[in-house]
């Protein structure tokens, strides 16, 4: 089945003023659904073009050539992007509590100093890519990829991603990436970070 472009949750203007409507239109709508246009394209004909996004990216290397650069790129951005609709919700920001909080505090020292780890690991991200807290099968990390590089080629789950390309931000906040994401952290849905976690944990 090819992928498709999971509806938004939640009204585009539901992240405001954090993320404004214009970004969440253009987000979703257009950037995610090139990705998906563009993944279904590079992967009809082949034998992966029924496989579950998640077992795609894991498998690059077994894809034909001349297609993994593609699918790389595209299913990846697909993929990422249906998550972070989902760690997204009106109301959102805050504190995490219970076993996901004990996990950060006991990695990072504290939600303050997490917070400023992935923060930092956002603005040190040079050009296009993502901040994650990932699950790398030993415990909690901070990484960071380029483009649409998702942790899941890597072996690590995805527990929480910002997006630090511009077209995630520049129309609000254009070239401030700090101000971004200090703005995208009122925005988190912890209740989905912690769903993500107890499945891992």
Do not use: C
């Not at 929480?160 to 703005?183: C, S």
């Amino acid at each position: 089945m090819a992928y498709a472009v999971p509806p938004l949750p939640y009204a585009y203007d539901a992240l405001e003023p954090h993320i404004d409507e214009a970004t969440m239109r253009l987000h979703h709508d257009k950037h995610h659904q090139a990705y998906v246009d563009n993944a279904n394209k590079a992967l009809e004909g082949t034998e992966w073009a029924d496989r579950d996004v998640v077992e795609v990216l894991r498998n690059l290397g077994s894809l034909p050539a001349d297609k993994q650069g593609p699918v790389r790129n595209n299913a990846g951005g697909h993929y990422n992007h249906s998550l972070f609709w989902g760690w997204m919700a009106p109301g959102g920001g805050g504190e995490p509590a219970g076993a996901l909080r004990q996990a950060l505090d006991s990695t990072f020292g504290s939600f303050a100093d997490f917070k400023a780890a992935l923060k930092a690991a956002g603005l040190g991200r040079f050009g296009s890519g993502w901040a994650w807290l990932v699950h790398d099968g030993s415990g909690l990390a901070i990484v960071s990829t380029a483009n649409q590089d998702s942790p899941v080629s890597d072996g690590k789950t995805p527990l929480l991603g910002v997006d630090v390309w511009e077209h995630a931000y520049y129309l609000k906040y254009q070239n401030r990436r700090p101000d971004y994401i200090d703005g995208w952290f009122n925005t988190i849905s912890w209740d989905a970070v912690a769903a993500g976690f107890d499945k891992v944990g």
